[in-house]
């Protein structure tokens, strides 16, 4: 049984089908890529998953505590509470705030503090406080920006942020992360860097991750299985093998063929 | 934990201090009943705007209403405390004029804060119209001529526990679990959805509790100048609100503080310049505004805490 089935997803905006059709599942901590020419898409289908976006046809349905559910029409943030977290293209971090607390953010719905007992400072107030400020610390020690929990966001270097918000979206304890070309903007340096981490994050936390990336190095080291996307449709799926070796996919990246 | 009860000592100590000096002052003479009206009215401005800069400065929508919210306050209390002319009076006053202010915002905010920037503000700016042209036109409120020989059950002690208390309830709220999630929205809506942030909701709790704030505001207003009527809110004093909020740094309560003691005493030193006053005042702020367009303080905020962990950081380093 997969844990997110998509089904025949579809989004027209007026006559553009932007994506169509597009079926695809992710099983249980498995680490899938989603790669394609640029404006196959891509980001147009994490938007559908995520909720950002409300899909034209087609269902998205994900396996939870209460068995397979559709998230279509379901808001973002209501998508992010089922256990599917994501980062974005562009670093969308809440940039004048600190580093932890942009990670208590999102422990938002895991934190139990009431509105009363904010307000007067009660004890157990405190006591809520400092546990979520250990769990903080020690999410960020796993990425080691244990040290920067007192820096505002916009303040940290392109990569860290990079990372932060890796670790903003894990803080809201997913069970699906999507990743949005992570390596953008990296130098082979950060990108191997990088792929480490993604490895790292698999492992320590067990859960599914999908990435769209351009680096094919990094693609073809990290991923199990491939997607790739031309023009709105899923054109070919596989393992790295099976895609450096599809005749459709190179057709899609160099031209020619037909 | 011990650290915690540390700071808020220290902040209880400052709170009491600062009373205990206006009362000595007021006792010496140094502060006649011309400087006591003025603290009184810096004190309600002071609540007026530290709750729109909740609105505005922490959850990021712009809003102009903040006048509406304020006369439902003055007027709940006026009502009450006419029929009911005792300390128990004003309080149940308070907390009508809190109620129904509360509750016009839940009903306003749940369709006008999916609107953003200007037009929010153009939205909120009519809802406080509508409420200003109702006042003028029930009998209860005595429509134009408003309501007067209200009991004045405020001075500026109330006054004072009141600009604390709702001090506390702001900066306490901020910093709390429903506080952060303001913040972020205000930050970037969609990264906040996407980490299970439901926008609306904290957005809607901000303006709420804003509203009701600032109703208390308004209820001081009523039970210390002792005469409302409705152009006392129109939306000139919605805009004089904003001005100390902008004035003082969008989204810094201490910057709210100074902004409005700094108009307060602007205001009463050009008392003398007769016409030329407003002249005078509208060039004062101008010139902050060309020469510190983030506001006096920018986002900058006074803390006990900080003021010890750098005294201590500073004694190790020596």
Redo the contacts between chains.
Sequence with gaps: MPLLDVKDLTKNFGGLAAVSDVTMHLDNNELVALIGPNGAGKTTLFNLLTGVIIPSEGTVSLQTDKGLQVLNKQKPYKIAAEGMARTFQNIRLFKDLTVEENVLIAMTDKNKEGFLESIFRLPSFYKKEAALHQQVVELLSIFKMENQLTTLARNLPYGAQRRLEIVRALATKPKILFLDEPAAGMNPEETADLTRLIQQIQSEFHITVLLIEHDMSLVMNLAERIYVLEYGKLIAEGTPKEIQGNQRVINAYLGGGD | ?KK?LKY?AIWLAIAILGYVLIYALEMVGVIDQFAETTLVLIGINIILATSLNLVIGFSGQFSLGHAGFMALGAYSSALVTSAIPSVGGFLLGLLVGMIVAGIVALVVGIPTLRLNGDYLAIATMGVAEIIRIILNNLKITNGPAGLYNIPMLANWSTVYVLVVITT??IV??V???????V??VR??E??????????TKYKIIAFVLGAAIASIGGALHANYIQTINPTDFGIMESINILIIVVLGGIGSITGTFVAAFLLGILDMILQNFGTLRMVLYSLALILIMVFKPSGLLG?WEFSVRRLFTHKKAKGDAE
Excluded: C, K, V, Y
């Excluded at chain 2, 910093?175 to 999630?181: E, F, P």
């Excluded at chain 2, 969609?190 to 926008?199: K, V």
């Design positions: 934990m915690n808020n506390l309830i306490n709220f910093h709390s679990r429903n506080g952060r999630a913040m972020s930050e970037d969609i990264a906040a959805e996407s980490i299970g942030i439901n926008t986002t």
